[in-house]
DNA sequence: AATTACAAACAAACAAGCCTGTTTGTTTAT
DNA sequence: ATAAACAAACAGGCTTGTTTGTTTGTAATT
């Protein structure tokens, strides 16, 4: 006799029902994009009907901020966590720049290329998306600060560097949309984490704290994977 | 007595035409969006009637195709220019830095953004432009390549850096949409022109053409606006 | 423990609006 | 007279938010 399943509490349903379509909204954004996808869409993929969906989201606009809010405090968390793992063991600029050229590349800046022009021409969006922007880039900032403090950088010049880092990916990942080519893609990347190295050594060795042997042991990245990915088969998180 | 026009031969009457429907809709993927405007607000905008253009354009796809073509073929037509200007009078990489970034700023990059999302999703609409971009790419090899035999850097080198400078714009022009804050993007450009001049600089160093003099010619680029334009008001081309 | 009333979560049907490509009609050039 | 360029009307489909109906959880009462 097969045990009668526990009920879920209402609390439990709805947590559950809105998790289910915040997910299912952000695979659509990344698979089909914001305007070829529909509320019909999200609701067939999470596993509910478009009743459930407007009971818990009034209109398409709101479940899409709401789905992308859910992304981004997940790669804030991220960030945070690797902040406090450079401050405790260390880091290397290489492995910064993997860490954010993986995150970006693994849908992070595919989703938000969908909903750029969005953002450009709907105030109301905007406004709804710029507060977890803000948190994302604090959290970028945590990141590059640990590194900076640990290698006695300024604060303010690795900033710039990680802003450079960060408009350099964006910039890659969205002339991917044009140009299928990993080994364009790989050389970029390795240059720029060449530089990186440079600048971090550099400013060790205008601070009496490195040695040339320090330069092997920032260079430890390792290479990454760099082919920007395309149209995502991928569905799982 | 008012002399009579002149009859428009149907030649003419259709490059009037197409060229009033293809800056229409440049315009409005500027100022509207791909998926926010219609046919009816490019035919309304271009001072046509529907009929005529679907007559010219069979679909809205095709329309948006063609304009991005005469967008991307101006821009490309722009930069052949400048890469014979380098050669018949030199150049700087801070010239090229600002040409460039103008040129992105100056809405191209802003209306690619609006239809990377379609690139994406549109295997037919992503054929169809790749011909252009690709072109405007051999545009871009051949300003850089002028300043490379120049100043006496390899050509490879000198492209590695041209594609970290335009991926640089990208991003830059990217974040805008979220980002409004003119002096961060400022910092961010001359920090990259400066690292460029460096690079043509240091090149120079390793052979033995340059000298401490040379310095200060390379770095003559004058300071532009940074500032990315967000809804461009802008109607004129 | 069973029943009742109520609220929340969920589903299905409705209806209006917008957009696109197609068809029919008119004007202009040859 | 004919073809090309242009305009206006047609019609079908899709999407969205709204309304109506059903199911599930919760608390109070018997």
């Known amino acids: 006799m097969k045990p ?10 709805t947590a559950d029902t809105t998790l289910k379509l915040l997910n299912a909204t952000i695979d659509l954004l990344h698979d089909r994009g914001l305007y070829r996808m529909s509320t019909s869409d999200i609701a067939e993929a999470a596993g509910v009907s478009r009743g459930a969906l ?38 290397t600029s ?11 590349n693994d849908r992070l800046f595919y989703v938000t290329m969908e909903y750029l022009p969005e953002a450009r021409h709907n105030k109301t969006f ?8 803000q948190e994302f880039h604090a959290g970028l900032n945590s990141v590059w600060a640990e590194l ?9 010049h690795a900033l710039v ?12 990942i969205a002339q991917s949309a044009t140009r299928d080519d990993p080994v364009y ?6 240059f720029w984490k060449e530089k990186m190295r440079r600048e971090f050594m550099l400013k060790n060795d205008e601070h009496p704290v490195g040695s ?23 569905r799982g998180r």
């Not at 893609?185 to 390795?190: R, S």
């Open 4 to 13: 009668r399943s526990r009920r879920k509490t209402q609390q439990e349903r």
């Open 126 to 133: 905007r406004s709804a998306i710029i507060p977890v922007v």
């Open 148 to 156: 900076a403090g640990q290698v006695g950088v300024e604060v303010e």
């Open 212 to 234: 040339a042997d320090s330069k092997q042991s920032l260079a430890d990245g390792e290479i990454s994977s760099a082919a920007p990915r395309h149209q995502g088969a991928m």
């Open 54 to 91: 407007t009971h818990h989201f009034s209109s398409k606009e709101e479940i899409i901020a709401a789905a992308i809010s859910h992304q981004l405090r997940d790669a804030t968390a991220g960030l945070h966590k690797m902040a406090e793992g450079i401050r405790q063991s260390g880091g």
């Open 94 to 104: 290489d492995k910064i720049v993997d860490y954010l050229w993986q995150m970006m």
């Open 185 to 190: 893609f790989e050389a970029l990347l390795n």
């Open 161 to 172: 560097l990680m802003n450079a880092t960060m408009c350099l990916i964006r910039g890659m």
